[in-house]
């Protein structure tokens, strides 16, 4: 036997003679491999499996956690404020420290079971020919040049080139998106730059044997094998940074330099005043501590929690929390077609008979038939897709509804991809001529020209199958012919056929789809189709669900073989216009979402085989597809549609927006009430006033105002145009749209009311004019956060009582702010003294000044003088 030390893709097996490829691989075709020879090749190649991938120890992980700014602040912030002696604030601090480390881990877990999906869809056993004895061998244990035997059922479990085969049809659905399984055959295809569903010669790793009997020889193993090659994509593609975790660790370098600096402004400041140098150093820790938003992260951490939990009601599940967001930011969604905009189920969509006969094309397409309906009906059965949904048409009471149960048979030819046809004799029914009937179904093109139609009827037919087949509907003739006796040459009878009709067939799209592209488009979203079907049947759906005109031009759709003569440059300006792609592979649907991310756009990528893994993992988000998906898809993936509807993707789209409305709704919230403290202890002595608060007061404020009321705002619900705006360029800062602005001059307004309550209470003589600027702060953040609910409507009309949680928190918050003014063993704590009832009157009238100015800006805003949005572009 010659040696074999070819790699897998150096040679296209597809375009060489059996016997060629046999002699190249050192295969016996009869015989097989002796177990000796298989022994040697195992033990030079190793077995035959997909790579383990190094995968992340449960220390990296770990460590990655404590890499981030965010994270090494509040570690500083819980030192500090447990040498204070602030005991609640360090748990605080520290619990949020171990819930964001927990599910950075757990999320890196979840990131490295991808592979080990991939690697589940390994078929445990295969049956091969060794010393001319069929053996039943551990699919590892299978190697180059093995003759492996195949039959219904059977999971290759490596790539395969046909030495023989009988009505063989294999399930690539999971390998290229196909819907319908492919006839094989032994016969060479000429195009050495065929798709691989277009390699009728080959079978290959993971996918299933649905019809027929045949033989291979093995050609490629473990990683050469196309699978393989998905596996070494995976590997290879780094998983991409959400526009929300950029977003916050930009957010956390700058506070980190924010906090330093206003650190030593107040420490410096208040020692060129004369003050106590170890007091101005525990103000100015505090501070710092009061200037860091510690509960950021787990706002954003339930945040993302609530709105996962909400969309499992909803049928999609979240295995990454930030893919909830970053669908509020997506600008592209790449889609497949088969199961995800379609039904993955195909069905009868047009028929045409030339003397209107619809019974006895019924009857042939009952007859000619190999599939079965499960218990008669036309819900479920058994069989090649095409053939049930034959059944299902004439089940459903096509033509007159004929009995659906297989029609016993004389004698048949079985359907295959060199004859394109199948032909079926019968009994004759009571009453027609003849003691037999033959009906036979197939491609047009091979099976018109035997029919015996007059010029006309044939024009017609040819004519009427074109167009068909132009509005990307899979077309079959179908035809009869009445016989006396069985004859001895059953290709005779296909001659002189009667032309009974042609039916079109197509997987049709779910009903949901045109209008979930439709709200998609509407918020200025492009839905792209990205399928390995035929183009023609790409395109077809695509106009029917609204993704391309139905008058496309050359720009709309794109096919694999286009986009491989494309460089990166060429598809980069074509990715923008293109809106469908057909017969695709996976490094090329990798190049397209790279290529859509290059030019700043946020791509998802929706599908469910294991053809879109990589392209899913190399997405800014993957969604997979639960119902008819399969594991390493969901495992690459960062969100599961449970019921595989496209339109489940608007309701997370609206879930993400609403989920970042809520994020900017804290950070606008918690900083413009950290800029009130700073400008209160920073001003306060410039104007000739007191230290304003004590170390404990500072703290104090930070953990009720920025804890309950601020994680409250997470509940917040939708506002009405959250699916009328566009999405977030990708650079966008959360800032945006007035958010600096708000802060800075609302903020000032804060400690401006918070001063002006201090300088009323001080300059009166007052005793406990730290008690009202101390409790004045409080309040006036308190009315903030009911304020800043939303950016543009009002927050005490109608949508008062939308957020309880919020009500309740501001309620409670008021509540422990009271008790440490009143309460004499939290006085002493807090260094606080009881408020008159004139003085709390103040006290609240000065913090409504707040809420009373945020909405006159949301008037402003309203109107559109103030932070202007531009409207969602047509997509």
Known sequence: MTSVSQAHGSTAWHTLPAEVVAERVGADAVHGLSAEEAAARLARSGPNVLPEGGGRRLRDLVLEQLRDVMILLLLAAAVVSGLLGDVVDTVAIVVILVLNGVIGVVQGYRAERALEALRALAAPRAAVVRDGRPLDVDSAEV????????????????????????????????????????????????????????RTCMVHRGTEVTAGRGAGVVVATGTDTEIGRVAQLMTSTDEVRTPLQRRLSHLSSRLAVAVVVISAVVFVSGLLRGEDPLQMLLTAVSLAVAAVPEALPAVVTISLALGASAMVRQQALVRR?????????????????????????????????????????????????????????????????????????????????????????????????????????????????????????????????????????????????????????????????????????????????????????????REEAAAAVAECRAAGIVPVMITGDHPDTAHAVAARVGVAEADHDATDVLTGRELAALDDAGLASRVLDA??????????????????????????????????????????????????????????????????????????????????????????????????????????????????????????????????????????????????????????????????????????????????????????????????????????????????????????????????????????????????????????????????AAQLAVCVALALVVPAAVEVEKTLVRRGLLYARPAAPVA
């Open 143 to 198: 190697v180059v040049g093995d003759l492996v035997l195949l039959e219904a059922g059977t999971v290759v479990a490596a790539d395969l080139r046909l030495v023989d085969g009988a009505a063989l049809q294999v399930a690539e659905a999971a390998l290229t998106g196909e819907s319908v399984p492919v006839s094989k055959s032994v016969r060479p295809v000429e195009d050495a730059t065929a798709h691989v569903g277009d």
């Open 321 to 509: 929390l930030p893919a909830v967001e970053t669908l509020g930011s997506v600008t592209y969604i790449c889609s497949d077609k088969t199961g995800t905009l379609t039904r993955n189920r195909m069905s009868v969509e047009e028929t045409w008979t030339p003397g209107g006969d619809l019974p006895g094309l019924s009857r042939a397409l009952v007859a000619c038939n190999d599939a079965v309906l499960l218990d008669g009906e036309a819900s479920g059965g058994r069989g090649d897709p095409t053939e049930l949904a034959l059944l299902h048409y004439a089940a459903e009471g096509a033509g007159g509804g004929p009995d659906v149960a297989p029609v016993p048979r004389r004698a048949e030819i079985p359907f295959d991809a060199e004859r394109r046809r199948m032909l079926t004799v019968h009994d004759a029914a009571v009453g027609e001529p003849g003691g037999y009937v033959a009906y036979a179904k197939g491609a047009p093109e091979v099976l018109l020209p035997r029919c015996a139609a007059d010029p006309a009827t044939r024009a017609r037919a040819e004519e009427r199958a074109r167009r068909m087949a132009g509005d990307g509907l899979r077309v079959l003739a179908v035809a009869r012919r009445g016989l006396d006796r069985l004859p001895e040459d059953l290709a005779d009878v296909e001659d002189g056929m009667t032309l009974l009709g042609l039916v079109g067939l197509l997987d049709p799209p």
């Open 579 to 836: 809106r469908v792609y057909a017969r695709v592979d996976p490094e090329q649907k990798i190049r397209i979402v790279r290529a859509l991310q290059a030019d700043g756009q946020v791509a998802a990528m929706t599908g469910d085989g294991v053809n879109d893994a990589p392209a899913l993992r190399q997405a800014d988000i993957g969604v997979a597809m639960g119902a008819g998906g399969t594991d390493v898809a969901r495992g690459a993936s960062a969100m599961v549609l449970l019921d595989d509807n496209f339109a489940t993707i608007v309701s997370a789209v609206r879930e993400g927006r609403r989920i970042y409305d809520n994020i900017r709704r804290f950070v606008k919230y918690t900083l413009t009430s950290n800029a009130g403290e700073i400008w209160v202890m920073f001003l306060g002595p410039l104007l000739g006033l007191p230290l304003p608060l004590l170390p404990l007061q500072i703290l104090w404020i930070n953990l009720v105002t920025d804890g309950l009321p601020g994680l409250a705002l997470a509940r917040e619900p939708a506002e009405p145009t959250v699916m009328r705006r566009p999405p977030r360029p990708p650079g966008e800062s959360i800032f945006a749209h007035g958010v600096v602005w708000h802060i800075g001059w609302v903020g000032l307004l804060i400690g401006g009311v918070s001063l002006g309550g201090m300088a009323w209470a001080y300059l009166a003589g007052e005793d406990n004019w730290q008690t009202v600027v101390f409790t004045v702060l409080v309040l006036a953040q308190l009315g903030h956060s009911l304020a800043v609910r939303s950016e543009t409507q009002p927050s005490f009309g109608r949508r008062f009582a939308t957020n309880p949680a919020l009500l309740g928190a501001v309620v409670l918050t008021v509540g422990l702010q009271l008790a440490v003014v009143y309460l004499p063993w939290l006085q002493g704590v807090f260094r606080t003294d009881a408020l008159s």
